[in-house]
């Protein structure tokens, strides 16, 4: 006698996996997406956009967390050489948004770096060239 069971995947409500960053990186629009439990890493990514002086950069952050205050988390916008050009502290719930024109700018965004240290909650990092 054979049995055979089958067990379905589990249902995500919001479509991403646990600690799994989903990452969406074009010429014009990069976005980090990730829903952690405890979750702790660093990871960078190199940007595939190249902004100039006529570019503006739309950038949001949105957080719900809900890991402890003292368990801190960064996400770093660098130069190719890694100065970073923002920085942004990710330990608390909120949302942020930033339009920036870069004609001013002698160094331009090449790299996001995400160093997670115990980030429990989900965020959405976007960055979108005009």
């Known amino acids: 006698m054979m049995l055979s069971n089958c067990v379905d ?3 995500y409500d919001d479509g991403l996996l646990d600690d799994i960053p989903a990452i969406v990186n074009e010429t014009d629009f990069f976005s980090l997406a990730l829903k952690g439990e405890k979750f702790t890493s660093e990871e960078s990514w190199d940007l595939i956009m190249v902004p100039d ?3 503006i950069l739309h950038t949001t952050l949105r957080v ?3 890991g402890k205050a003292t368990d801190s988390s960064f996400i770093h916008l ?3 050489t890694d100065t970073v ?3 942004f502290l990710v330990s608390g719930s909120g949302s942020i948004f930033f339009n920036d ?3 001013q700018w002698t160094r331009f965004p090449r790299k996001v770096i995400f160093n997670a240290h ?3 909650g989900s ?3 976007q960055i979108i060239k005009k």
């Open 101 to 103: 024109t870069l004609a």
């Open 53 to 55: 002086t006529n570019s």
């Open 78 to 80: 660098t130069t190719e």
């Open 64 to 66: 719900d967390y809900t």
């Open 85 to 87: 050009l923002m920085a």
């Open 118 to 120: 115990v980030f429990s």
């Open 123 to 125: 965020l959405d990092y």
């Open 9 to 11: 995947p589990p249902e």
